[in-house]
């Protein structure tokens, strides 16, 4: 199963409608949807505005594959529960965002081959038919490593 999420705060329907599309002509693979309050309305998906936060888990946990905006929540939870994500960052050249982070974010994670990134609806098209292809990448443990906080302390002492 697929699990589509777009977060809590902005809709998404250019990734949304790219995945009920792709959907469409896939009909025996199974994709659910969390998509906000976006205008459209996705008609070979299933899909609710919002989930709570024991649905939201449940289904990421049960999920085969996420697909994803670049959301730090959403890309940390994928590398938590070693599930293989997918995102497509909200451009703010179209409206999707204030900024362009989501994109410096996922250039950054693909560099460092933490995650899968399509940069428009073509190229996520594509990985989705490649999907028995994506394996789950290195995961990360539920807090922060040693290293890091360490680090974080000498930060702090010095300032």
Known sequence: ???VTVGTELPFDRLVMAVDQWAGQHPGVEVFAQIGEGASSPRNIQYSPFLS?????RR??????IIAHAGMGSIL???RYEKPIIVM???ASLGEQRNEHQLATARRLLKLGKISVSFDE???AQQLDLLD???PKEGIGPF??????TGLQNFIERV
């Open 77 to 79: 939870s994928a590398l």
């Open 89 to 91: 960052p909200r451009k």
């Open 60 to 65: 990421f946990q049960e999920a085969d594959t």
């Open 144 to 149: 922060a490593s040693s290293e890091l906080i």
């Open 1 to 3: 199963m697929i699990f």
């Open 122 to 124: 073509t190229e996520l």
């Open 53 to 57: 936060a024991t649905e939201f888990t």
């Open 133 to 135: 292809a994506l394996v």
